[in-house]
């Protein structure tokens, strides 16, 4: 492995779009991860001391998927692919960490990936419920005690339409929407 190198607050250790070979071990400092779509950047992450950013690097030709910039003066040590070479055949527990890292960051992915699905799951189907409640003497005659009407609703698979005419003369009505899955 290389000597660590100092990057002062605000120092860019890797650029999102840059095809590179390296990758860094955290010995102190913190820096964040971010990532620039057009003119918004999102915070993906903070990584500390004995942490491994830009892994990828070190097994594929793809542009870094993300920027990583010192928010302290951060101490890390740069890894490369001839390093890592070198590493597994002579030292392969010096390689733990990267291939730890590797490991957990898959694992966040599946969980990610798990509660994408059902927070899409989720919200396919809304319910809406209807109250009919009779105000008048007319209204009790057609329906003596309060009606619930509850529809759910699918997105993209057409479109409930519901209309209620002359019903707020002798019904008082509610119309409340939620998620059948969630507690209320």
């Known amino acids: 492995m290389d000597e660590p190198v100092q990057f002062e607050q605000g120092a860019c250790l890797i650029r999102q779009g840059e095809v590179e070979h390296h990758a860094f071990i955290i010995e102190s400092g913190s820096v964040k ?53 070198d590493l597994l055949l002579s030292d392969p527990e010096a390689c733990q960490p990267i291939l730890r890292t590797i490991l957990d960051r898959l694992r966040t992915c599946n969980i990610m990936l798990l509660a994408a699905q059902q927070t899409r799951d989720l919200v396919k189907t809304t319910r809406v419920r209807l109250t009919f409640e009779p105000l008048t003497n007319e209204a009790v005659i057609v329906c003596p005690r309060k009606a619930v009407i509850e529809l759910d609703i699918v997105p993209n698979e057409g479109t409930t339409q519901i209309v209620i005419q002359g019903l707020q003369k002798n019904f008082k009505v509610g119309v409340e929407s939620f998620l059948p899955h969630m507690q209320r």
């Open 33 to 85: 991860v971010t990532l620039k779509d057009g003119d918004q950047e999102q915070i993906l992450g903070i990584a500390g001391i004995g942490e491994v950013i830009g892994e990828l690097a070190l097994f594929d030709d793809s542009p870094r998927s993300a920027s990583v910039v010192a928010i302290e003066p951060t101490l890390a040590r740069r890894v490369t692919r001839e390093n890592l070479s």
